[in-house]
């Protein structure tokens, strides 16, 4: 049986997109302890509106935010629309992960947790990473909607906190879940580059076949995305593209600190 929240979203036009914003952010503690990571001010106003602006601008008119820490400030602060001048208002709606379940329900807990609210095809961004330049475009949402992928992923060069990556990158434009040290025919190594979490996925990578958590995620399962993904990447179901603009992992105060001061 759904849940009331979930029965309520059923008249409603399905979001085409997913901002991640539930996270403790215990690494930007003290900042966090009374404000959530997303709220933060970054070159004045909140970090996740910088991803909230260019989904608007991409054209996305209706908007899921998950929460869970502190999540309430979010929801009335941005309340149930976003404006912004020269842009079609952006409908919002929330995932309330911390008033259904106490917490926070991980990366794959939380999209399939939103699922019922969302369309067949969606992008999914995080309101702790600033990419201000980054174009969440119509045509690329189209290209990968008739695609045979399940995922399309952003990959950036390696910040100096992960400098060994996440992914690889395949000449045809395909993921690669690489270990660690993958060495090509030719015997070079192949390069890793790290994971942005701005990504397009269609409803089917969350469904039966590749995740276990029925939608809606009535039993507030916890589950991470990236053993998905590799997965997925396994059996060629995840293409990928590398971003070279402005991409910032906001996970602690140092990094804040200098975006500000820049």
Sequence with gaps: MMTKSLISEVSRPLATALLLAAGRGARMRPL??????????????????WAMQGLQRGGVSHLVINTAWMGEQISQYFGPVFETVGQAPMHLHYSQEGVDFGDALETAGGIVRALPQLDGVFWVAAGDVFAP????????????????????????CNPAHNPGGDFGL??????????????????????RYTFSTIALYKRA?????WCDIPAGNPA????????????AMDNGAVSASLYTGAWTDVGTPERLAQLNAA
């Design 205 to 209: 990578f969350f469904e039966a076949a």
């Design 170 to 191: 395949s000449a045809d434009g395909l993921a690669l879940n690489l270990p660690k040290l993958a060495v090509a025919a030719a015997g070079q190594e192949l390069p």
């Design 220 to 231: 507030g399962a916890k589950a991470p995305l990236a053993a998905m993904l590799r997965a």
């Design 32 to 49: 966090t302890d009374t404000t959530p990571k997303p709220l933060l001010d970054l070159r004045g106003q909140p970090l996740m509106q």
């Design 133 to 156: 330049d980054f174009v969440f475009s119509v045509e690329a949402f189209e290209r990968f909607k008739t695609s045979p992928q399940l995922a399309h992923i952003w990959l950036v």
